[in-house]
C-alpha cells in the first residue's frame, strides 16, 4: 500500500535552515508528482512546493519562493524540502503528498521557528 514518512521537523531560530524528508513507498515513485503541504496551527492546509516526475521543474508557493528548495531522489523514493531563511510564520506541520488513484498523505512533520 502507498506509505510516505515525513521526517526532519523540529525547533529552529529564526533565520534558520532545515531539511525534511519525505520517504516514499508502494507505487512507482519516479512517474509522479510530488507535493509538500503545510498547515500551520488553526489554518487551513496550504501547497507549498510541487515538483514534476524527473524533477526537472518546481512550483512553489509566493511566500516561500526563493527560501525553499524542493528537490526528489527517483533511486531513493524520497522528495525533500530545503528549508531557508526561516521565519515564525513557516511554523506549521509539513506532509508530503501524492495522487496515485486517490490522494495519499503522510502523517507529517512539525516545524517550529521561534526564538
Known amino acids: 500500500q502507498v506509505q510516505l514518512v515525513e521526517s526532519g521537523g523540529g525547533l529552529v531560530q529564526p533565520g534558520g535552515s532545515l531539511r525534511l524528508s519525505c520517504a516514499a513507498s508502494g507505487f512507482t515513485f519516479s512517474n509522479v508528482f510530488m507535493k509538500w503541504y503545510r498547515q500551520p496551527p488553526g489554518k487551513e492546509r496550504e501547497l507549498v512546493a510541487t515538483i514534476t516526475s524527473a524533477g526537472r521543474s518546481a512550483s512553489y508557493a509566493d511566500s516561500v519562493k526563493g527560501r525553499f528548495t524542493i528537490s526528489r531522489d527517483n533511486a531513493k523514493n524520497t522528495v525533500f524540502l530545503q528549508m531557508n531563511s526561516l521565519k515564525p510564520e513557516d511554523t506549521a506541520v509539513y506532509y508530503c503528498?501524492?495522487?496515485?488513484?486517490?490522494?495519499?498523505w503522510g502523517k507529517g512533520t512539525l516545524v517550529t521557528v521561534s526564538s
Open positions: 503528498n501524492v495522487m496515485y488513484g486517490r490522494l495519499y
